[in-house]
């Protein structure tokens, strides 16, 4: 059988990939791989790892073939049932936390919660908060309960569509969604790992706008007063997301940019 090192170059694989997959198959952390780097894999672990990299040469997302992602320094089982955690969802994260303050108690829900990253981060991250979940699938569910559980994040979960399924008489401090935004045609969709991921995350079937434009529309009557809602959007939607919120009679509207300096999430305020 080939030594680790020997595996990691087998494959034709950029080596970050090949060391995570084999990192997954070995229970190995990448330093013990170093040091095991002459030792030889046993026939199951070889043979496991070059079916995982035969699926990965066909395009499947590592996430999917590992079974989880790393989201806000935290681990999250992730399925094809959900889109995979992107590191730009941070920015909703941090900027609601930062608006609404981690000490205070606060009310806050998330509108198509997927794998539950922003539900169960907001919930660790802020332990006064008391967090509710909606997602249309439940198999998205699923995940998102799991992820919960294994982290306990305490988020009450419902399924449904968008407010639809929240009991009538509550109202929130905050209203959070990284809902679909891709355009119907776009491109994306037919390339890399989004085409791995469930289309009903990705997107609305229509300009890409539909479920921002139904989010803005309902939110504002189940926030509190002062309450915020927050949504994560594309690079080119963020003067399109100011104006709906304006419209929705939001105030202290603004976009912020992630990162890469791409405008990612817009937000605005019940008076
Ligand atoms: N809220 C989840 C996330 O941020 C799912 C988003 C989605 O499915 N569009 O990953």
């Known amino acids: 059988m080939p030594t680790i090192n ?20 070995t229970g190995l952390s990448h330093a013990a791989m170093v040091s095991a780097g002459h030792d030889e894999l046993p026939v199951a672990q070889w043979l496991a790892y070059q079916a995982l990299a035969a699926r990965r040469l066909a395009g499947e997302p590592v996430a999917y073939l590992l079974g989880q992602r790393e989201f806000y320094g935290r681990d999250f089982a992730v399925s094809p049932a959900v889109l995979i955690p992107r590191p730009e969802t941070e920015l909703l994260v941090e900027t609601a936390l930062d608006k609404l303050g981690r000490e205070r108690q606060a009310r806050v829900v998330d509108l198509g919660t997927g794998s539950g990253i922003i539900a169960c981060t907001l919930a660790l991250e802020a332990p006064q908060w008391q967090l509710s979940a909606v997602d249309l699938s439940p198999e998205a569910l699923v995940v998102a309960r799991h992820n919960a559980a294994n982290l306990a994040a305490r988020v009450t979960f419902y399924h449904g569509s968008w407010l639809a399924p929240l009991p009538q008489d509550a109202h929130y401090d905050a209203i959070v969604s990284n809902p679909p935004y891709i355009e119907q045609h776009d491109h994306h969709l037919a390339e890399g790992d989004v085409r791995f991921e469930p289309r009903m995350a990705l997107t609305d079937e229509s300009d890409g706008l539909a479920c921002l434009r139904a989010i803005a529309a309902a939110a504002p009557e189940r926030l509190l007063p002062g309450g915020w809602l927050l949504v994560e959007h594309g690079y080119d939607q963020g003067a399109a997301c100011r104006a709906l919120f304006q419209a929705a009679g939001l105030q202290q509207v603004a976009t912020l940019q992630d990162l890469a300096g791409v405008d990612r999430v817009t937000l605005g305020q019940r008076p």
């Open 6 to 25: 020997q595996a990691l170059r087998h494959a034709a694989l950029p080596r970050l990939e090949a060391r995570m997959l084999l990192a997954h198959i």
